[in-house]
């Protein structure tokens, strides 16, 4: 697969991201570590050799799942994982990456990522400089390669960038969440850093599986997405339709296609989780779908049946 420059590093990453939040288990149902290993480990095979994770994401067993996955080819992947909102002190970042490193059986994180910005979730205010300061010291100790950040608004993101190199902004960005675009996406253009899209299939809603009236189970963190509730779904089954026909002339999938638009935004990644190998393959294949600037348009039409009608709130949750 192809690789790209990650922001300003000598970082090289693949257009396609292995997302793992599902393999820390919570907030997600019928998550088996082995069936979490195998999907990890047929990205690889199918040439995704960058992989994105938190120290958040069940306490750490998400970097302990990728660890086991991958701990024998480390030097052929890149390993990006995060510190959460309620680590962002000096010693508590150090910390943080330290045990991040413990759990990912590594002595070097390639891009460490500041999950939230402070104060998020009613966590107490630490001010960008201290928390970019422990940041810049990884960096010079090794420990760290490049910083990142996630869920930063342009002005966030312009505010920690007073105090190091940003090389990469993860923010929520798919066809059907497109708020990155208007905000900070002109900034990371002008500053070359990497858009790092979670959720870029909608939490599996632009993969077209789900149908009229679905219901979640108890406990998984979809049943808050604010894209599955109401008229919201209903446009997105609407445009969905309206994507088949698109999907069935590049003789792909809507997943595929959905992946292949954003990898074709400016300086974009597309982080794409799994839950079985088979998945993880599929998505692989995005990276050959090629879309003429015509494509690009009529998708970019189709999606706005969706994003013209969300308020101004750039989170996906409706968490209480």
């Known amino acids: ?70 701990h024998d080819v480390r030097d052929k992947v890149v390993y990006a994982t995060k510190v959460f909102v309620n680590h962002l002190k000096y010693d508590q970042v150090i910390e943080a ?25 009613k966590s107490e205010k630490v ?16 420990k760290i390669r490049a910083i990142g950040v996630s869920n930063f608004s342009r002005a966030q993101l312009e505010a920690a960038a007073q105090y190091g190199r940003i090389d990469s902004l993860q923010p929520p960005y798919s066809l059907f969440w497109r708020y990155v675009e208007t905000d900070a996406m002109p900034y990371c253009i002008e500053n070359n850093i990497s858009i790092w899209a979670y959720s870029p299939l909608a939490q599996g809603l632009l993969t077209g599986k789900f ?3 679905h219901q979640f189970e108890p406990g998984d963190n979809r049943a808050d997405n604010k ?44 982080i794409a989780g799994f839950r079985h190998a088979e998945q993880a393959a599929d998505n692989a294949i995005a990276a050959q779908v090629h879309l003429s600037a015509d494509d690009l348009a009529e998708i970019d039409a189709i999606g706005r049946i969706v994003t013209d009608h969300l308020d101004d709130n750039p989170v996906m949750w409706e968490w209480s």
């Open 227 to 270: 894209l599955f509730k109401g008229e919201n779904y209903e446009r997105a089954l609407l445009a969905l339709e309206k994507l088949r026909p698109i999907a069935q002339r590049h003789q792909t999938t809507l997943a595929n296609l959905a992946l292949a638009w954003l990898m074709a935004q400016p300086q974009t990644c597309a």
């Open 127 to 142: 001010p960008i400089e201290e928390t970019m300061q422990a940041l810049n010291d990884l960096k010079q100790t090794g």
């Open 211 to 213: 149908g009229p009236g």
């Open 97 to 121: 990456c330290d045990r991040s490193l413990q759990n990912l059986q590594t002595d070097y994180i390639d891009l460490y990522q500041i999950h939230w910005p402070s104060g998020s979730f």
């Open 1 to 70: 697969m192809e690789k790209r420059r990650l922001g300003n590093s000598d970082i090289e990453i693949t257009p396609i991201i292995m997302g793992t939040w599902q393999a820390g288990k919570r907030l997600w149902v019928g998550i088996e570590d082995a069936e979490t290993v195998k999907a990890i480990r047929a990205a690889y095979d199918a040439g995704i050799t960058t992989v994105d994770t938190a120290e958040v994401y069940g306490d750490g067993h998400s970097e302990q799942i990728v660890a086991q996955a991958l």
